[in-house]
């Protein structure tokens, strides 16, 4: 092996530092990092990405990070991204970690708490972030500082990247990052830290989630104008009579059955360890065709329907302006969760079909521009990648080890993340994270944001094991 005198300088200067960081408790590290990052106020109204972006690779500098392969790019001003490179013997094509280094606002009004300076109390850390996702920034991090510290190459380098604007805002950092600097972060797969996880009942964890899909979000507007007039002597035709007919139709109509690899794998998991009945009901519904007394059995259940098949709700109605004139107009908001595969144009055009009244018009509605389109987005949600073995055998081998007894379950999200940017652009891509929550402490984008300290250290030694595992899967 030949290693120029240049590298092996740098390795002897690295080392001091490399062997501090060693030395360093990792939960320790984590911590400083965790704190670090909560206080500092990554929202639209606040410093936006940058100060974090920049404070991340400071401390990847220190760390043992050569200036060369820590990056922080971006559009400029507020919304920076940070990109650095784990590099590996270069065996096979890189894996990205993604995560946002932004945060939903939060008024210290609101809170019991301030939610910008880290606070460890009863057990949880509290702040905003503490769940979605500076613990997994925290985490990852950690992960690679540790492995920078002890020298370690991994088959494929290993690439992060923090980024902005996931919870809003025009400068999404991975759709960026794509369109500018892909040779950044290209990469064979991707792990995206902002979901997945392992999920808490009354304190004991009972299921490991691996995210492989996701829905994709849309709102219709359905609108009714009529001319109005007097209401005394009126007339058959009526906005909000049209319109209730219509939303009538739209609550009894069910959109196509379908399940994908990722669907499929979670019902045949869930059927391992159901009862013998609800196992046969699973099993009814994963036929081909699908027996239908099990597919109604199995819809009648709110969670189980919305992952079979594309779901429509009325969820906003007004209409009329005075007690005794004919209304002029009414409208409704019908939020759809569209299955991978299928546009939001296309389900435009279902609901039109379902309504069956041109005098109701059917519309897209953009809840970021506030606009409304005849038209929808005819991109259509990522088919759901395939669950490579790389991914998930390694999160199978550290669950049992860390959680003995709690099933990996691949699931699909019904809500959407910055996976659909990676998916789209042709990188597949998965949601894992060790940070155990609480099905009922769900609290991301809410009031008094908090994350066990216990589940935040474990999330911390399952990363570590989980990345090596992957990193070195043969
Ligand atoms: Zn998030």
């Not at 039109?352 to 109701?360: E, I």
Request: net charge neutral; aromatic share 8%; glycine share 8%.
């Amino acid at each position: 092996m030949r290693i120029p005198a240049v590298a092996v300088v740098a390795a002897i200067v690295f080392g001091s530092t490399a062997a501090a960081a060693a030395r360093q408790d990792p939960h320790q590290l984590a911590r400083a990092l965790f704190k670090q990052l909560i206080e500092i106020p990554t929202t639209e109204s606040g410093a936006g990405s940058t100060p974090a972006a920049e404070a991340m690779a400071q401390r990847l500098r220190e760390g043992g990070f050569a200036a060369e392969d820590v990056h922080v790019v971006g559009p400029g001003g507020r919304k920076q991204n940070l990109v650095v490179r784990l590099k590996g013997t270069g065996r096979k094509r890189p894996v990205l970690l993604i995560g946002h280094l932004d945060v939903v606002e939060a008024l210290r009004e609101d809170w019991t708490v301030d939610p910008f300076v880290f606070l460890e109390k009863d057990g949880y850390f509290y702040g905003r972030g503490t769940q979605d996702m500076k613990d997994g920034i925290a985490i990852m991090m950690t992960t690679l500082l540790r492995f920078r510290a002890e020298g370690y190459r991994p088959d494929r380098d290993i690439i992060l990247a923090l980024t902005a604007d996931e919870e809003g805002g025009t400068a999404n950092g991975v759709d960026w990052l794509l369109k500018n600097r892909r040779d950044l972060i290209d990469a064979e797969f991707v792990l995206n830290h902002d979901g997945g996880g392992v999920i808490l009942d009354n304190g004991k964890v009972v299921q490991v989630d691996l995210t492989a899909s996701e829905k994709v979000y849309a709102d219709f507007d359905l609108t009714v104008t009529n001319p109005g007039g007097h209401s005394s002597a009126p007339p058959r035709e009526n906005a909000i009579y049209s319109l209730a007919r219509a939303l009538d139709r739209v609550s009894r109509y069910d959109f196509p059955f379908e399940l994908n690899n990722v669907t499929r794998a979670y019902f045949e998991r869930v059927a391992q360890r159901s009862d013998a009945a609800h196992a046969s009901v699973i099993r009814g519904v994963l036929q081909t065709p699908p027996d239908p007394a099990a597919l109604k059995e199995l819809a009648g259940d709110p969670i189980y329907n919305a992952i079979v098949r594309t779901t429509c709700v009325a969820t906003r109605l007004s209409g009329g302006h005075a007690n005794n004139a004919l209304p002029q107009t009414a409208r409704a908001n019908v939020n759809c969760r569209i299955l991978p595969g299928h546009s939001p144009e296309e389900v435009r055009q279902e609901l039109v079909r379902v309504v069956a009244d041109s005098t109701v018009k059917v519309r897209y509605y953009n809840f970021l521009t506030e606009q409304l389109d005849e038209v929808a987005p005819a991109v259509r949600g990522y088919a759901p990648p395939p669950l490579r073995p790389d991914v998930l055998r390694p999160l199978e081998r550290v669950a049992a080890k860390m959680w003995p007894g709690a099933p990996v379950v691949p699931s699909m999200a019904v809500g959407a993340s910055d996976s659909v940017y990676t998916n789209a652009a042709g990188l597949p891509t998965y949601m894992v994270s060790g940070s155990a929550l609480s099905r009922d402490d769900v609290r991301a984008h809410g009031q008094d944001e908090r994350m066990g300290v216990q589940a935040f250290y474990n999330g911390v030694d399952f990363f570590y094991q989980y990345l090596k595992a992957v990193v070195s899967y043969r």
